[in-house]
């Protein structure tokens, strides 16, 4: 069975950190594109960052901020989130967008 389980989130203050991870099983996970993707409340999905084996992709409202990286050897793909925002408030899914393989989701409040 594919699986994509991701943990990390969690409240944090504004201007604080997080990171998340997301241990993949079930396929080949090293010759995938791998990336994250939240939604916000009332609001549709968003790429916020995905990862090849070489080059990354960010969206513009985490430019900066965010920054994804994968483990190969672990099958683990990770987002540090830091100088977070109220905006960045989201459940944070993992996914391999070619599969259309997706994870649970992990909740991200930034709030004071």
């Known amino acids: 069975d594919v699986q994509l389980q991701a943990s990390g989130g969690g409240l944090v203050q504004p201007g604080g950190s997080l990171r998340l991870s997301c241990v993949a099983s079930?396929?080949?996970?090293?010759?995938?594109?791998i990336g994250w993707f939240r939604q916000a409340p009332g609001k549709g999905l968003e790429r916020v960052a995905t990862i090849s084996n070489g080059d990354g992709y960010y969206a513009d409202s985490v430019k900066g901020r965010f920054t994804i990286s994968r483990d190969n050897a672990k099958n683990t793909l990770y987002l540090q989130m830091n100088s977070l925002k109220s905006d960045d408030t989201a459940v944070y899914y993992c996914?391999?967008?070619?599969?259309?393989?997706w994870g649970q989701g992990t909740l991200v409040t930034v709030s004071s």
């Open positions: 079930g396929f080949a996970f090293d010759d995938f594109d």
């Open positions: 996914a391999n967008p070619t599969l259309n393989y």
